[in-house]
């Protein structure tokens, strides 16, 4: 059974800066490519940000891009979404995601997510 845990969320002004942390529980995390995704009421879920089993590879949604920063200690079996520069936009439901099966950029390739973490951006 994998369990994912999202923490690090709060209320920041405009500007400010976060750092979700997910950390995952069960097998083969060292192994899998892991995912961000945001939601916001009445809107789906969309891509954040990925990063494959080693971190050698990331990848970042438009929207982010040059903001956030994801990475990743298979060590501690936890990945992290640094968030600076922050904008109002950017309030969300924050979500970890594992256990990809097709493109990261798909909520639907994710076998598992996390119970997510609120991120409130105020002006």
């Known amino acids: 059974q994998v369990q994912l845990v999202e923490s690090g969320g709060g209320l920041v002004q405009a500007g400010g800066s976060l750092r979700l942390d997910c950390v995952v529980s069960?097998?083969?995390?060292?192994?899998?490519?892991m995912g961000w995704y945001r939601q916001v009421p009445a809107k789906e879920r969309e891509f954040v940000a990925a990063?494959?089993?080693?971190?050698?590879?990331?990848y970042y949604a438009d929207s982010v891009k040059g903001r956030f920063t994801v990475s990743r200690d298979n060590d501690k079996n936890t990945v992290y979404l640094q968030m600076d520069n922050l904008k109002v936009e950017d309030t969300a439901i924050y979500f970890c995601?594992?256990?990809?099966?097709?493109?990261?950029?798909?909520?639907?390739?994710?076998?598992?997510w996390g119970q997510g973490t609120q991120v409130t951006i105020s002006s």
């Open positions: 995601a594992a256990g990809a099966r097709g493109h990261y950029g798909d909520v639907a390739s994710w076998a598992f």
């Open positions: 069960g097998p083969a995390f060292s192994t899998s490519t």
């Open positions: 990063i494959n089993w080693n971190g050698a590879y990331t």
